[in-house]
């Protein structure tokens, strides 16, 4: 998609142009799917509060959850 206004397209035909769209979507819905299955991972366990939260924020960084969604995975 970055390629899109500075190179000339390499796609034969439009399906298959299509085709790379999908497989970069996918590729970043698992990426999003990973990320927040790694955020619910995350526990405070026996970690101080702020070693806590460093590793909270290292972890929701980049990560699409709403602010109201973050707040709740931090209180769980």
């Not at 999003?32 to 366990?45: F, H, N, T």
């Amino acid at each position: 998609m970055e390629n899109l206004g500075t190179e000339i397209l390499e796609f034969e035909t439009v399906g298959k142009l299509l085709e790379k769209i999908k497989k970069e979507l996918e590729e970043e819905e698992n990426k999003e799917s990973k990320k927040i299955a790694e955020l619910k991972e995350v526990e405070q366990g026996l970690q101080t509060m702020d070693k806590y939260i460093q590793i909270f924020k290292k972890v929701a960084r980049g990560n699409s959850y709403k602010e109201r969604l973050l707040v709740e995975e931090f209180k769980r």
